[in-house]
T-cell receptor, first 114, second 113 residues
Framework: GAGVSQSPRYKVAKRGQDVALRCDPI?????LFWYQQALGQGPEFLTY????????KSGLPSDRFFAERPEGSVSTLKIQRTQQEDSAVYLC????????????FGSGTQLSVL | DQQVKQNSPSLSVQEGRISILNCDYT??????FLWYKKYPAEGPTFLIS?????DKNEDGRFTVFLNKSAKHLSLHIVPSQPGDSAVYFC????????????FGTGTRLTVIP
């Protein structure tokens, strides 16, 4: 596609529910990043893939967060047993090659945990 | 611990005037700096970047200045246009091999027609 696509655009979850957020990067982009943006804050790094390999997951806040990119294209960020503090916009970004390349961001998924 | 700081949450400027957005950082290992622009309900879009080997980079109406000794960078927009109204994020990356960007909290720029 023309840009990074994320779905759903909005997600409301009850506390304790599992959610899955999808990211379709720009075709051919090797690198894929997930960021979390809390209200009034800048994006914060969660995890990074190069093709299907998850090279850095140091930003994942807890073991309830899990990301995968099994075929090196589409990625899914899964949050288990959601908590209210997980409420944020989750941004996906991709780049053509390595992490030094310019990042192209999707519009994000706004997650609200009630 | 915020390593990249944007101390002005908002800025209003008259159309045609200069907009100056400021950013400070604390990590001396940061080597590469970027500005992203974000409209409501959209993801951030890349605007301009600068490497630590330079002190200035210009692209049309946008110029970024880097002062490494002060750990400070600024984005100048001249002349400002109403379409520039958006949230601007400063971001920094450590030296090569870094996987992620560290973002500031953003400055909301409003250009008044």
């Amino acid at each position: 596609g023309a840009g990074v696509s994320q779905s759903p655009r909005y997600k409301v979850a009850k506390r304790g529910q599992d959610v899955a957020l999808r990211c379709d990067p720009i075709s051919g982009h090797v690198s894929l990043f997930w960021y979390q943006q809390a209200l009034g804050q800048g994006p914060e790094f969660l995890t990074y893939f190069q093709n299907e390999a998850q090279l850095d997951k140091s930003g994942l806040p807890s073991d309830r967060f899990f990301a995968e990119r099994p075929e090196g294209s589409v990625s899914t960020l899964k949050i288990q047993r959601t908590q209210q503090e997980d409420s944020a916009v989750y941004l996906c970004a991709s780049s053509l090659a390595g992490p030094e390349e310019k990042l192209f961001f999707g519009s994000g998924t706004q997650l609200s945990v009630l | 611990d915020q390593q990249v700081k944007q101390n002005s949450p908002s800025l209003s400027v008259q159309e045609g005037r200069i907009s100056i957005l400021n950013c400070d950082y604390t990590n001396s290992m940061f080597d590469y700096f970027l500005w992203y622009k974000k409209y409501p309900a959209e993801g951030p879009t890349f605007l301009i970047s600068i490497s630590s080997i330079k002190d200035k980079n210009e692209d049309g109406r946008f110029t970024v200045f880097l002062n490494k000794s002060a750990k400070h960078l600024s984005l100048h927009i001249v002349p400002s246009q109403p379409g520039d109204s958006a949230v601007y994020f400063c971001a920094a990356s450590p030296q090569t091999g870094a996987n992620n960007l560290f973002f500031g909290t953003g400055t909301r720029l409003t250009v008044i027609p």
